[in-house]
């Protein structure tokens, strides 16, 4: 659904640099949820935000990746000193109720990242 | 652990052909069903759920899909493909009770030949 907005569409960034991924989640909406796609790969859960808030960061890996879900703004996936492992799609979606409510998330376009 | 299992990574077909995409899913308890496509550049669209009721459920653009519970399958159809179907089909699960994310198959990728 068009409603969820991620922006860059596409990011180079080289080893050793900083990703940051932003979502914009549909009007009304408070629950975020960033997946990546690696190649070959179905989606994997990362995390589970609400506003100001993380709910589930059970797919996260430990080191270098961070989210965050402000009171005003989109939501911020950032990854530290990236490596070529990185290099995924990350999508984020969006929905209105949370959780084992979730009844529908609407996902974005999705951001390719490239690390070379 | 959950887990989806998409039996076919890829499918060709030609238009007109019937299309039958399998997917199982491993988990005891109960689940809502999803299956989504992403359209090559395009973000994954819902194309049908199935949260409880009668087992045949009918989505978007001809598609439908049939849970089995005792199989713990889900498998989407469509009698007839058209080459504007050519897209990644995903099989998603999310139980309804202690989970708060969904869980993706690998994903299917149906190329139609006009």
């Known amino acids: 659904n068009a409603g969820v907005m991620q922006n860059p569409r596409h990011l180079v960034r080289r080893r050793g640099q900083e990703a940051r991924l932003r979502c914009s989640p549909m009007?009304?909406?408070?629950?975020v949820y960033w997946y990546r796609q690696l190649p070959e790969e179905g989606l994997k859960f990362m995390v589970y935000?609400?506003?100001?808030?993380?709910?589930?960061e059970s797919g996260m890996p430990k080191e270098r990746f961070s989210a965050e879900f402000p009171k005003e703004g989109p939501s911020i996936l950032r990854i530290q000193q990236v490596v070529r492992g990185d290099s995924a799609a990350y999508f984020c979606?969006?929905?209105?109720?949370?959780?084992?409510?979730?009844?529908?998330?609407?996902f974005g376009q999705g951001t390719r990242l490239t690390v070379v | 652990a959950q887990s989806v299992s998409q039996h076919n990574h890829h499918v060709i077909l030609s238009e007109a052909a019937s299309l039958e995409l399998g997917c199982n899913y491993s988990y005891g308890g109960t689940v809502n069903l999803f299956w989504y496509v992403q359209y090559p550049g395009q973000h994954l669209q819902l194309l049908l759920k199935y949260f409880s009721g009668d087992p045949l459920v009918k989505g978007i653009k001809g598609f439908e899909a049939e849970f089995i519970k005792s199989k713990f399958s889900f498998n989407l159809r469509k009698p007839s493909v058209q080459w504007s179907d050519t897209a990644e089909y995903f099989c998603?699960?999310?139980?309804?009770?202690?989970?708060?994310?969904?869980?993706f198959g690998t994903g299917t990728r149906l190329t139609v030949i006009p």
């Open positions: 935000l609400q506003k100001e808030n993380i709910i589930d």
């Open positions: 009007k009304g909406h408070s629950h």
């Open positions: 979606a969006s929905s209105r109720m949370g959780g084992t409510m979730n009844t529908e998330a609407f």
């Open positions: 998603a699960v999310i139980p309804i009770t202690g989970a708060n994310n969904l869980f």
